[in-house]
């Protein structure tokens, strides 16, 4: 009896919302004891704890006896025995039913369910009851069909969750916070316009006799022999260094050891032997060590100019720019890691502080949802770190989701507790997510998407609710008192 009643709840009116929607909010008034007339259904809702309501419907007798008659007629369709004397489907006497499939109780527990696929769900949509999971009956299945009787009014109580009702203790806007701010790194935006300027050098001839310099570029024709044990040469190194035209930048460190020390003060036109070890740690261990020697042929030198970053110098890189604009640019290149960890900082000090006002009771049902999905989550973090299919199976059990619900219940409440105070400031200030930036997200996730087994409501659901909530962050961030306290990159 019990299952049957309950699968009476797997209409759509009924399926949970999940966490992910809780932006998506419902408008609805305060719940309080109030009653409500469905044609002939009265239902009578009472706010309980925890964001759940009790609803006593009452069906009246005329719907009782419907509900009979109809169990009986779909009892004689649906019949797998013959009822002897009569055809299957033909209008069976009801005392010779009732003996046929075993007494009253079988069609009473038919009536019932029918009550509760018909007037139990329209009750309920009519309740102005903004359910959010499924809705579970009270009255114990035995009680039920002994109280049943055909013709005569019966009381079925039913509770289900509700989205919750959101309070703020003071105002959202004025929020006093303090912000912890990442310094921008200067050292690292010098060296990265040093970059950009070398990456534009500029390459001069010299004069004849001229003889090379750090700094300056050899044009080079080179060949690497490496060295046998007996101090004689053995075979050419083809694939290490060799090459006709080869351009060798005479700065420290650009090149093995000992490569451009013997070729600076040398002119164009000498052949040098500069003998060489590979350190030990070169990128291709079987190098390390071997010794070797490099015939270079010096063909040209060139001074390198390395440029200002002058007029020219930006409009070679974009007609329209200047190098104030260029120098703007790698400022926000190289700092923008500083900048959204100081925005992160932020919005989490402004989280922080919108939660310390915010009252409301979480519906049992997210918890569990959540929770739920935390724990897959994990299970699937689990499985790349090395575990097998089966290690992982064996620890999906009963106990260790509710060691894991436990730990994780206080984070659980925090986070669906911001989730509704964010979707509750969303429709104060009428914040919605533009459609096309939504589908451009989506696009761009799509196939992510697909890989985690998202499947594209469940996509849109996830990325409406960021977007929504990173547009509530920008919104109490313009309207907050935001002190910013400079502190060390390692802090």
Same mark, same amino acid.
């Given at each position: ?17 999940? #966490? ?10 305060? =719940? ?80 019932? !369910? ?207 720019? *200047? ?39 979480? #519906? ?6 959540? *929770? ?24 999906? *059990? ?39 930036? =939504? ?21 849109? !659901?996830?990325?409406?609710?960021? =977007? ?9 961030? !313009? ?13």
């Amino acid at each position: 009896m019990a299952a049957i009643l309950f699968s009476a709840w797997n209409a759509q009116a009924f399926i949970p919302r999940l #966490p992910a929607n809780l932006y998506q909010r419902q408008q609805h008034s305060k =719940l309080s004891l109030y009653s409500t007339l469905s044609e002939n259904v009265q239902t009578t809702v009472e706010a309980r704890a925890n964001s759940s309501v009790a609803l006593f419907v009452t069906v009246p007798g005329t719907l009782t006896r419907k509900a009979y008659d109809q169990a009986c007629k779909r009892m004689i369709e649906e019949s797998k025995t013959s009822i002897p004397g009569f055809r299957k489907g033909q209008r069976v006497p009801e005392q010779v039913l009732l003996n046929a499939v075993g007494g009253p109780q079988v069609i009473i527990n038919e009536a019932l !369910d029918i009550l509760c696929e018909d007037a139990l769900k329209k009750a309920i949509d009519e309740s102005d009851v903004k359910a959010v999971g499924q809705a579970s009956l009270v009255s114990h299945p035995e009680t039920l069909i002994a109280a049943f009787k055909p013709g005569e009014p019966i009381v079925m109580e039913l509770t289900v969750d509700v989205y919750p009702e959101v309070e703020f203790t003071g105002p959202y806007a004025g929020l006093k916070v303090q912000v912890d701010r990442i310094p921008l790194e200067n050292e690292k935006v010098k060296q990265a316009l040093e970059s950009l300027r070398k990456k534009r050098v500029r390459l001069v001839d010299t004069a004849p006799g001229y003889e090379g310099k750090l700094g300056d570029s050899a044009i080079v024709n080179m060949q690497a022999f490496q060295m046998l044990s007996d101090g004689t040469r053995g075979p050419e190194m083809r694939n290490i260094a060799a090459g006709e035209g080869v351009e060798v930048v005479l700065e420290e460190g650009r090149f093995l050891p000992g490569v451009v020390e013997g070729l600076v003060g040398k002119p164009a036109g000498c052949k040098v032997v500069i003998p060489v070890t590979f350190p030990e740690n070169i990128r291709d261990p079987q190098l390390a060590g071997i010794k070797a020697e490099f015939e270079v042929e010096i063909l040209e030198l060139k001074n390198r100019i390395v440029p200002e970053i002058d007029e020219q110098f930006a409009k070679e890189i974009r007609p329209d720019l *200047t190098p104030e604009g260029i120098k703007q640019e790698v400022v926000d290149a190289v700092n923008a890691d500083a900048e959204e960890r100081t925005k992160m900082n932020r919005n989490k000090a402004l989280e922080e502080a919108l939660l310390a006002i915010t009252r409301a009771e979480i #519906p049992e049902c997210w918890i569990v949802e959540e *929770t739920r999905r935390k724990f897959a989550l994990m299970m699937q973090e689990v499985s790349t770190q090395g575990k097998s299919e089966e290690e992982v199976k064996k620890m999906i *059990t009963k106990e260790n989701f509710e060691k894991y619900r436990e730990i994780a219940y206080p984070q659980t409440v925090k986070t669906l507790m911001l989730g509704v105070a964010t979707a509750k400031v969303a429709e104060d200030e009428g914040l919605q997510v533009d459609p096309l930036e =939504l589908q451009d997200q989506i696009d761009l996730r799509k196939l992510e998407a697909e890989r985690q087994g998202l499947d594209e409501k469940a996509l849109r !659901d996830q990325l409406e609710a960021k =977007l929504l909530a990173d547009m509530v962050l920008d919104r109490l961030a !313009d309207q907050a008192d935001v002190t910013y306290v400079d502190v060390s990159d390692d802090a």
